[in-house]
Nanobody, 119 residues
């Protein structure tokens, strides 16, 4: 299983970036796909999730600025980030998550991509 994230970089406040994560080795349509981030000295937090049913959820801090989307044909989940703020600076990780009927949970993490927003 591999989740390959890309698209990070440095941008000034107010700018935009688009992150992408390509998954291989999993049945993509069976996994919820999410983006998480971890800022220096802080715990990892959920940014956005796109469920297998097509629903999306966002952290309050990014609502209205970030958009998550998934392309099941390309096994890809993307995160469009607009109106970036310095507090969005973090390493961003993609994650796949599957909950089986038995209650067993299976998840995989990508390697992370750094987003730096300067003021």
């Amino acid at each position: 299983v591999q989740l390959q994230a890309s698209g990070g970089g440095s941008v000034q406040a107010g700018g935009s970036l688009r992150l992408s994560c390509v998954a291989s080795g999993i049945i993509f349509t069976a996994y919820h796909m999410g983006w998480y981030r971890q800022a220096p000295g802080k715990t990892r937090e959920l940014v956005a999730i796109a469920t297998i049913g097509g629903n999306t959820n966002y952290a309050d801090s990014v609502k209205g600025r970030f958009t998550i989307s998934r392309d099941n044909a390309q096994n890809t989940v993307s995160l469009q980030m607009n109106s970036l703020k310095p507090e969005d600076t973090a390493v961003y990780y993609c994650k796949s998550d599957r909950l089986y009927g038995s209650g067993y949970r299976e998840d995989y993490w990508g390697q992370g991509t750094l987003v730096t927003v300067s003021s």
